[in-house]
């Protein structure tokens, strides 16, 4: 063996490296194993991080071109530079995964650089060398799903990955799968100029997603130019040197329609990752689903081996993942680390954004739960106006006895920020009257949250 180590996982993803970091902090001595050129994984090198960076920019070039006037703001012409816009989100990229190297260094985590395979429990291999460890982790992520008849070429068909590097902005730009990728991406692309069709197999928009949030929230990207083909399956979509031709079916069958686009972004969803760890051989069990399978404290079938991230079940977040770092590490050292899965929110960075905790009112039906909704909406609340960002609301549910808040969904400007308060409520058992209780800066966004949570009782202040 090269060197022993308390804990060698596999992966510096967001899960990966909190926890090697939080493993390290307690006392262990802890390496990290990723194949990439950077750490941070597909997180901080092509996913949320570059995504958001095109994000902000393309609401800039948005605003410039079609807002700014409004304000009294005349800016003259403006231009799309592209290049830079690409060349900026690398350098945001690049200082995020600078940022986690400085961490591993800070926290004296040991980067074994290669691929990881487990050879056995207990021994890693990386690159042909073999490392010893008490413990291993399974932190290695998930990749885009492929769909039959389509074949990724990264150029005219793409996944997320391509979607952020096109260096022209498509006259016609069509996204496979209705899910927080590809209306992000679509959001980008609208922006600077695509004609922006989403096909969805199902009847609607983010089907995790509240009913009521989600068709407000299909009518404003409708209204933003976003055009929609929902309960419509891909057939098969074949490039060529000017563009990709799609042939679309009826999802319950029917009569075949071909379409037409210049680019088509594959985002139907992510899989876990497992391909060439090795957990055929070490006896890790899979589900049906391909999923690493583990009990409530990550730990597989195989002693000394755990799985955290999106390669277990539960949603495909950054910040699951994290949190089951800390919690897996926490373990390892003795103490109880602990994820309440159910107060972990969701955020589509579109804009306005669309931010989600705990239970919606679909699953609150479905299993007999008697609640209560409070609802305010953005067009009455002040600093929103004052934005010009009016479009959206706060919905709150809560226990219909006890008054507990049980989830809330927020369409509406900033509403990844504005979740976190719910979040936290949820966290410690608070009534939507606590949260109507609390007093919230004037004029902020976030009265609407406490006109919300008023308007559970039947006593909004502003409406």
């Known amino acids: 063996m090269s060197e022993n180590f308390d804990v060698i996982v596999i992966g510096a993803g967001p899960g990966g490296y909190v926890c090697a970091i939080r493993a390290a902090q307690l006392g262990m001595k802890v390496a990290c194993v990723e194949k990439r050129a950077t750490l941070g994984g597909t997180c901080l090198n092509v996913g949320c991080i570059p995504s958001k960076a095109l994000l902000q920019s393309s609401e800039h070039y948005e605003e410039a071109v079609h807002k700014l006037a409004e304000h009294g703001v005349n800016v003259g012409q403006v231009t799309l530079d592209l290049k830079r816009m690409q060349a900026r989100k690398a350098e945001v990229v690049g200082a995020n995964v600078k940022g986690i190297e400085f961490l591993f260094k800070k926290n004296k985590v040991t980067w074994l650089k290669g691929e990881g395979r487990i050879v056995k429990p207990g021994t890693v291999a990386v690159d042909g060398t073999e490392y010893a460890a008490k413990h291993i982790v399974i932190a290695s992520g998930s990749e885009s799903i492929p769909l039959p008849g389509v074949t990724v070429d990264e150029k005219r068909i793409v996944t997320s990955t391509g979607g952020l590097e096109l260096d022209a902005v498509p006259g016609h730009l069509v996204v496979i799968g209705g899910g927080y990728i590809g209306l992000e991406m679509g959001s980008v692309w609208s922006r600077l100029g695509a004609e922006v069709t989403v096909i969805e197999f199902l009847d609607r928009l983010v089907p995790a997603m509240d009913t009521e949030v989600g ?3 299909e009518r404003i990207l409708t209204k933003q130019g976003f055009k929609f ?11 060529d040197d000017a563009g990709v031709t799609l042939t679309l079916q009826p999802a319950a069958g029917g009569a075949e329609e071909t379409l037409r686009a210049d680019v088509v972004l594959l985002a139907i969803g992510r899989r876990a990752y497992v391909a060439g760890l090795g957990l055929d051989a070490a006896g890790v069990a899979l589900d049906e689903r391909g999923r690493v399978t583990v009990d409530a404290h990550y730990a597989t079938n195989v002693p000394g081996i755990w799985a955290i991230g999106d390669v277990i079940t539960g949603p495909m977040l950054a910040h699951k993942a994290e949190e089951e770092g800390v919690a897996l590490a926490e373990n390892l050292a003795g103490q109880r680390g602990h994820v309440n899965y159910g107060a972990i929110p969701g955020v589509v960075y579109t804009w306005p954004e669309v931010a989600s905790v705990g239970e919606t009112e679909e699953q609150l039906k ?3 739960q008697a609640y209560k909704v409070g ?9 929103a106006r004052a934005m010009g960002d009016t479009d959206g609301f706060v919905k709150i549910l809560a226990d219909k006895v006890t008054d507990r808040v049980l989830g809330a969904h927020i369409l509406g400007p900033d509403a990844g920020t504005l979740i976190a308060e719910i979040a936290l409520a949820m966290e410690f058992g608070a009534s939507a009257e606590d949260v109507a209780r609390t007093c919230h800066a004037h004029p902020s966004l976030n009265e609407a949250v406490k006109e919300a949570a008023l308007a559970v009782d039947g006593r ?3 409406i």
């Open 215 to 217: 068709k407000s929230f």
């Open 229 to 239: 083909k929902l309960k419509t399956k891909v057939v098969s979509a074949v490039a």
């Open 366 to 368: 479905a299993r007999g």
């Open 375 to 383: 609802k305010f909406p953005f067009t009455a609340n002040g600093r």
């Open 460 to 462: 909004a202040l502003h």
